[in-house]
Structures are given as C-alpha cells and as structure tokens.
C-alpha cells in the first residue's frame, strides 16, 4: 500500500464531503482503539474543525487513558481540534433502571452492550446537529463488510466511513505513518462495549489478520473443506458471523408492493 498517497487521498475525500456537503467538519467519539485515533487524525488533517467526544459508560481505566491522552496530542499539533467529555454513566444507569428485569442478568448483556453503542451515536448526532458537523465513523473493512462486528445504528450509525475500505493491518500501516502514540497501536483491539478489558478476539475467536486471510479466501471462492485445523476453525468463524450479520451490511429491506395491488378495481 502507498500508505501516504492513501493518507492524502482520505484527507482529500474528507474536505471534498464536508465542503459539498456544507458541513464545518467532523465529531467523533475517542474510545482509545486504533481505528478511532487513525479517524480522528486523518479528520484533524483536513484543517476542518472537529471535536472529539469522550463517551465513557462504566469504562476500563486503561482505555479511558489512552483516549484522552490522544486527543490531548491531537489538540497540541492541530489547532482545529476541540474536546468535549460526556459522562455517560449516569445515562445509561438511568435507562438501565427504567426497564423491566429479567430473571437472568447475563440474558441481557448483549442488548446492554449494544446499547452503549447506541447511547454513543445519540450524543455524536446531538453535537453535529448542533454545530454543522459530520458524524465520523471508525469501522474497518473487515469489521464492516466481513465479520460486521459493529452495532447497528450504534457506531454504525454514522455519516461517512473514511477508513472502511482499508483492512485492520492497513490501518495500522497508517498509523505508524501518522504517528499516533505507542500505546494505542500496541494495544489489544476491543469495542470497550463491557466496561472490563475483554478484546475483540476474545469475543470473536480470530485475530484479525486470520480474518482478513478468511475474507481474503471467501472472495476468492473458497469453502471450508478446502482448509484443515486452525484454517478451517479460522474460516468457519468468519463465514458464520459473516452471513449472520448480513443483516447490517445490506440496505435495509423494504416491502415493495406489486403495482396490481396498489391499483385501485373500479
């Protein structure tokens, strides 16, 4: 990959959005995970302003740290950059609260963490409604249109997606290029989603650079039986999530009704 060019043609894509678009910038949420600091950064490029949220919900200590010591060297190397933290907390404690309970908490710990996600998204398109800005999104290419390890209408309610053509070990080339601090790339990926420091291989089973050689090989026509022990493990985990969450990587469906039906008998 021409990590530069690609750098600048992402910057480039960015302006020419906005601009069109008649938007001043760019908000975006700052979990402490890579993808969020490469998004964030290629957006403080553009010279557009952009505020980044800080969003913790019962958040790990160590992911609260690395998103605000990112946005603090966003803000000392780009003047265009502003911060706003949002406690969340209390929020989703409160909704938390008002539904009913169930028999078995651990029932409902998927929703819960999913509502975070979308709890997060409310308070982005708050912020771009209020300031004429564009909600950024930070999935991936494998996140987004492999495996769809996202929430929907969660971090995948956004308004562009300026780094979900690159691969997670693309995004990380970037990275090294742009500068971003250490600790962020050297950290375990994970969707921060559970308050406690639980990675996203933890929850899917592959890293990524296995998942992105199974998406490599669904594209190329390929089926479990052509691979044996941790390669068809591998793939067998990419295919189920894959065609399990197609619900999130295709438009949704609309009943389209026959003409004949809609035409009125006389």
Same mark, same amino acid.
């Given at each position: 990959?021409?990590?530069?060019?690609?750098?600048?043609y992402i910057v480039k894509w960015l302006i020419d959005y906005a601009t069109t678009a008649k938007q001043k910038g760019f908000v975006i949420?700052?979990?402490?995970?890579?993808?969020?600091?490469?998004?964030?950064?290629?957006?403080?490029?553009?010279?557009?302003?952009?505020?980044?949220?800080?969003? +913790?919900?019962?958040?790990?200590?160590?992911?609260?740290?690395?998103?605000?010591?990112?946005?603090?060297?966003?803000?000392?190397?780009?003047?265009?950059?502003?911060?706003?933290?949002?406690?969340?907390? +209390?929020?989703?404690?409160?909704?938390?609260?008002?539904?009913?309970?169930?028999?078995?908490?651990?029932?409902?710990?998927?929703?819960?963490?999913?509502?975070?996600?979308?709890?997060? #998204?409310?308070?982005?398109?708050?912020?771009?409604?209020?300031?004429?800005?564009?909600?950024?999104?930070?999935?991936?290419?494998?996140?987004?249109?492999?495996?769809?390890?996202?929430?929907?209408?969660?971090?995948?309610?956004?308004?562009?997606?300026?780094?979900?053509?690159?691969?997670?070990?693309?995004?990380?080339?970037?990275?090294?290029?742009?500068?971003?601090?250490?600790?962020?790339?050297?950290?375990?990926?994970?969707?921060?989603?559970?308050?406690?420091?639980?990675?996203?291989?933890?929850?899917?089973?592959?890293?990524? +650079?296995?998942?992105?050689?199974?998406?490599?090989?669904?594209?190329?026509?390929?089926?479990?039986?052509?691979?044996?022990?941790?390669?068809?493990?591998?793939?067998?985990?990419?295919?189920?999530?894959?065609?399990?969450?197609?619900?999130? #990587?295709?438009?949704?469906?609309?009943?389209?009704? +026959?003409?004949?039906?809609k035409q009125q008998l006389n």
């Amino acid at each position: 990959m021409q990590t530069e060019k690609v750098i600048e043609y992402i910057v480039k894509w960015l302006i020419d959005y906005a601009t069109t678009a008649k938007q001043k910038g760019f908000v975006i949420g700052i979990s402490g995970g890579i993808d969020s600091a490469v998004t964030s950064t290629l957006c403080a490029k553009t010279g557009l302003e952009l505020l980044c949220l800080e969003m +913790p919900i019962h958040q790990a200590e160590n992911q609260s740290d690395r998103a605000s010591r990112h946005i603090d060297w966003l803000i000392a190397n780009f003047p265009n950059v502003k911060r706003q933290p949002v406690n969340l907390t +209390p929020v989703f404690d409160s909704l938390v609260a008002a539904l009913p309970t169930v028999d078995n908490e651990e029932d409902r710990f998927m929703s819960l963490a999913n509502t975070r996600a979308r709890l997060r #998204m409310t308070s982005l398109y708050y912020f771009a409604a209020l300031e004429r800005y564009l909600v950024a999104g930070t999935g991936n290419k494998v996140e987004d249109f492999g495996v769809g390890f996202y929430t929907k209408y969660g971090d995948g309610g956004v308004d562009l997606s300026p780094i979900a053509d690159l691969m997670k070990t693309e995004v990380y080339d970037i990275a090294k290029v742009l500068d971003i601090n250490q600790e962020i790339i050297g950290a375990a990926p994970t969707d921060g989603l559970w308050g406690d420091d639980r990675t996203d291989e933890d929850q899917i089973g592959a890293s990524y +650079p296995e998942l992105e050689w199974a998406m490599t090989m669904k594209d190329e026509g390929k089926i479990a039986d052509d691979f044996e022990g941790r390669q068809k493990e591998v793939y067998a985990i990419f295919t189920r999530l894959n065609t399990m969450n197609q619900h999130k #990587m295709i438009p949704i469906p609309v009943c389209e009704i +026959p003409e004949r039906l809609k035409q009125q008998l006389n």
